[in-house]
């Protein structure tokens, strides 16, 4: 199974992650999508953990019924292994090389910096384009990630009858998203923010040029708000999310649950943007662009930029699709689409 593949064909894009699984179906071109299937269908605790399939049967049964749900029509499929499990690399290689002589090459030069036995790896390979050091080099971008991990989604994916075309890492998926919305590029010489909040973990990814130029996880999600309301209301976590998805949250809820998590949360965005600037030579970025499901919390954005003192937006990859069904159902969950968004824009010219 090829990380990067090369046919072009309208697939859905399912991201799991610990919280739910989420799916998008594009058709159209990138430049005019068409959302024909969408959907989101939360997962049992425990199926998902740590960024991997922990118990397949469970992930296999909410997948094959929110397929069906959803009205998905295609049979392809893509799917996101998390960057946290994948090892990248830009190598510079020169540009006369043959396609066959490159492949060779690329794998030599992984033999260095790979810590597991190559057998156990799955590799692949892209010629991102001219290097901007060497004019005689391409910069070639390089994955790895342990095969143990690809082959559950393999299997996954191959249970619900659905071929799977692509099998890209939750970064670039984001990147796609990011490159698909002009309205995002930086107003200033200074890169773009963009924080992934999941339920358990996070990802920072800081965007120069429309390229990913840093990327990380840590531990920290929507989780943490569904602690304060179980904490504050003394209700389980299911109705801590029904709190969350209701129209009339309690009348403290701002003060007694969102004010908090909006501290937590400027915490986190502020640590990870430090341990960024420690590691280039920037001291500073234009904007913060969040995404995932928790923000569609009224209000978020904004709290968090008064906070930060730093321009806050909030991703929104419907932004130039056009929704077929559920429209403002989908307008709401639209930030928690994001990755499957992304995924599903490889199917696409
Ligand atoms: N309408 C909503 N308002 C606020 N929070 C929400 C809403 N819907 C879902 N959430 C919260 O967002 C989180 C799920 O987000 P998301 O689907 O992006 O996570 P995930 O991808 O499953 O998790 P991870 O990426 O950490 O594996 C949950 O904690 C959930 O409670
Ligand atoms: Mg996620």
């Known amino acids: ?16 992650g610990s919280h739910s699984i989420k799916l998008v179906e594009l058709t159209g071109s990138r430049n005019s999508p068409k959302v024909v299937a969408w959907g989101v269908a939360p997962l049992p605790s425990g199926a998902f953990a740590e960024n991997s399939i922990a118990n ?23 799917v996101a292994v998390s960057s946290s499990h994948a090892i990248t690399k830009v190598l510079g290689m020169p540009t006369d090389l043959s396609d066959i002589e490159l492949e060779e090459q690329v794998s030599i030069e992984a033999l260095h910096f790979i810590p597991y036995p190559i057998d156990e790896v799955n590799l692949d390979f892209e010629v991102i384009g001219p290097s901007t050091i060497n004019e005689l080099e391409n910069d070639v971008l390089l994955v790895a990630c342990r095969r143990s991990i690809v082959d559950d989604y393999i299997d996954l994916v191959e249970d619900s009858e659905l071929d799977l075309r692509y099998v890209d890492i939750d970064t670039y998926a984001l990147e796609r998203v990011y490159r698909s919305q002009n309205s995002l590029s930086s107003s200033s010489d200074q890169p773009v923010a963009l924080f992934d909040i999941g339920s358990s973990s996070s990802h920072l990814m800081v965007m120069n040029h429309e390229r990913v130029l840093y990327s990380r996880h840590q531990n920290f999600g929507a989780g943490q708000l569904i602690k304060l309301i179980r904490k504050e209301y003394g209700v389980s976590a299911e109705e801590a999310d029904e709190i969350l998805a209701s129209s009339q949250p309690p009348a403290d809820f701002v003060t ?7 501290e937590m949360l400027r915490q986190e965005v502020s640590r990870a943007l430090q341990f960024f600037y420690s590691s280039s030579s ?14 569609a919390l009224a209000g978020l954005a904004g709290d968090l930029e008064v906070k930060l003192r730093t321009k806050v937006s909030i991703l929104n990859p419907l932004s130039n699709a056009s929704v077929q069904s559920r429209r403002e159902a989908a307008a709401v969950a639209a930030p928690g689409l994001s990755v499957a968004y992304g995924l599903s824009l490889r199917g696409l010219h």
């Open 1 to 16: 199974m090829k990380l990067f593949a090369q046919k072009t064909k309208a697939v859905i894009g399912i991201d799991i």
């Open 56 to 78: 397949a049967e469970l992930v296999a049964e909410t997948l094959n019924s929110l397929i069906i749900k959803s009205g998905a029509k295609t049979d392809g499929a893509a």
């Open 256 to 262: 007694a649950v969102q004010d908090p998590f909006v």
């Open 282 to 295: 920037y001291s500073n970025i234009d904007s913060v662009v969040l995404s995932g499901a928790c923000c």
